[in-house]
């Protein structure tokens, strides 16, 4: 295990002056190429918000499992809704934790031969009758990050020599979001385990708040792990596999994963994953000499697949492997062909 911390940036720096804008803005760039990770500052996030984004989650799992059963993601060809411990897998192992998954409110696209598969993923959420207050919190919780989200795809354009609007028209009709509300429960086991396997986020950045003093992320660097507990009022940040595309493998998705807690603790997480439209293909950005020659090109994700520029492919493929039970039942055409096929 590394010794080594997350570098921490403060946000509100961005309206100090053009200097401490500017001062920034290289640290973004720098913390996204070396480490892919970073925690976030001076958001402007309330902790009303913070708090009650947590205080809704554990209202949530401790409702009897009828009431959460009632949102079952086996119910939704959207992948949305509750999954109950155990229901999910990465890299076909299984997570030991539960979750629910909101992604936009929005009709659901009808199947048909012109239609791309990763329409699938479009549709309405499952929101559970026993706790009305979720969709509340969630809306809430939903424009502040795309907010912060937005800030950061500026500045991090402008830190690579584009306009700071570069990804403006990708994201200005039906950006994708998903959050996942999860509680990771503790575990008797003499060795830490599984609670999320080691994977790449898909889309193009994540904002993960977590519960003080409750660690387990790690952050894969130079082939050693880098422990990246809670810093308080502070995001997690990570770039997605979109934002490794559009800079030729300048900027990194950073392999992480989650151990689970130890024996009669708990851990809440609330990740929120942004992303352009699902078939918004991202800017490829031209970089300048200096950064263009530390590009590496692109890799390949952590089973070896490609990535894929356009958005709904990324999203497809990861929700395919991660829950194959939803697949099956409702899509069961996309089980037997490459998740990106249009």
Avoid: C
């Avoid at 509100?12 to 500017?22: H, I, K, T, V």
């Avoid at 992948?79 to 409110?105: A, K, M, N, S």
């Avoid at 790449?200 to 904002?207: A, R």
């Avoid at 003093?213 to 997605?240: C, H, R, S, T, Y």
């Amino acid at each position: 295990m590394s010794d080594q911390t997350l570098p921490i940036l403060d946000l509100s720096r961005l309206q100090q002056g053009p200097e401490e804008a500017a001062a920034f803005r290289r640290e973004l760039r720098e913390a996204t190429h070396d480490y892919g990770f970073f925690y976030l500052v001076g958001h402007g996030v309330p902790q009303r918000l913070l708090d009650g984004i947590v205080s809704t989650a554990r209202d949530f799992f401790a409702l009897p499992d009828a009431d959460k059963m009632e949102i079952e993601n086996l119910k939704s060809p959207h992948f949305r809704g509750y999954t109950r411990i155990g229901g999910e897998l990465t890299q076909g192992q299984v997570d030991w934790r539960e979750q629910i998954d909101i992604g936009p409110e929005r009709e659901a696209v009808e199947k048909g031969a012109d239609v791309a598969p990763y329409w699938a993923l479009e549709g309405p959420n499952q929101w559970p009758s026993a706790l009305p207050q979720l969709r509340e919190v969630v809306d809430e919780w939903q424009a502040a990050l795309e907010d912060v989200s937005i800030t950061l795809m500026r500045a991090w354009a402008e830190s690579l020599g584009a306009s700071p609007d570069v990804f403006d028209d990708a994201f200005a009709h039906n950006p994708s979001t998903l959050i996942k509300i999860v509680r990771y429960p503790g575990r008797d086991e003499p060795e830490p385990q599984q609670g999320v396997g080691a994977h790449k986020d898909f889309g193009v950045l994540t904002l993960l708040y977590v519960e003080e003093g409750k660690g387990g992320l790690q952050v894969e660097k130079d082939g050693d792990w880098i422990d990246a507990p809670p810093v308080e009022g502070a995001f997690v940040v990570n770039i997605g596999e979109l934002l490794e595309v559009a800079t030729e493998g300048y900027l990194k998705a950073t392999v992480h994963r989650v151990v689970s807690p130890g024996p009669g603790q708990e851990r809440i997480s609330v990740p929120f994953f942004f992303a352009p439209a699902l078939d918004t293909t991202i800017p490829a950005l031209h970089l300048p000499p200096e950064l263009k020659a530390l590009a590496h090109g692109i890799t390949a994700d952590v089973v070896g697949s490609p990535l894929y520029s356009t958005y709904g492919e990324n999203s497809l493929k990861s929700r395919l492997r991660a829950h194959p039970d939803v697949a099956a039942i409702h899509h069961p055409e996309l089980v037997q062909q490459p998740a990106a096929a249009h």
